[in-house]
């Protein structure tokens, strides 16, 4: 990671975990929709309608949960991430959701972190048994792996192509016949009678 990237994240990290127990799952989500949604931007094809599908009120791909399963789904993140960004997305949807008091000793906010499978430091006496640590870990993980996700992903950015040939053209068999070995759809105008 950049000199500069690495301090601006130390600097996310430590603002994280000042964060409330409401805030932090509001704050860290949020910088993984971010990601997701730039990611998608990288590997859309340029033009109209990469701003309408991420943008826009609305817009298809506007939430956390949809930009997650388009990623997946594109091969823009893997089981792990997609994984993890789901506990994330259920986590916040908690404290989003929830109207009075809820906090990290959660019964279900609990089992979410408890679910979260990012590695987590071994000694030192860190609480790795604490869901909002946990939390705060699987975020920070995720935040890493798709910091430059992105860059990479533009490498691979879809170009339009072209489908069909001009084979797709009317054409008159007065004029033209059809070509041999060719499948063809033929329409004949209908015989007029006069009585």
């Not at 817009?59 to 594109?74: D, K, M």
Request: with cysteine; net charge neutral.
């Amino acid at each position: 990671m950049r000199l500069g990237d690495a301090e601006d994240l130390a600097k996310f990290v430590m603002e994280l975990q000042q964060e409330t127990d409401r805030g932090l799952p509001l704050v860290g989500a949020a910088l993984v929709d971010e990601l997701l949604q730039e990611t998608l931007r990288a590997f859309f094809c340029q033009g109209r309608a990469d701003g309408k599908l991420l943008d826009e009120p609305n817009a298809p791909l506007g939430s956390l949960s949809s930009r997650a399963q388009a990623c997946y789904s594109l091969g823009l993140i893997d089981d792990y991430e997609y994984t993890e960004i789901e506990l994330i997305r259920k986590v916040r949807n908690e404290f989003a959701h929830s109207k009075h008091g809820i906090s990290f000793q959660n019964e279900r906010v609990k089992g979410l972190c408890s679910s979260l499978r990012s590695d987590l430091p071994k000694g030192a006496g860190y609480p790795t048994n604490d869901p909002r640590f946990r939390f705060v870990n699987a975020t920070v993980c995720v935040v890493i792996r798709l910091y430059y996700r992105p860059d990479w992903v533009a490498l691979e950015r879809r170009q339009p192509k072209q489908w069909s040939s001009e084979d797709t053209k009317w054409r008159s068999i007065s004029d033209q016949e059809p070509p041999k070995g060719i499948p063809f759809i033929a329409m004949v105008k209908p015989r007029t009678t006069n009585s």
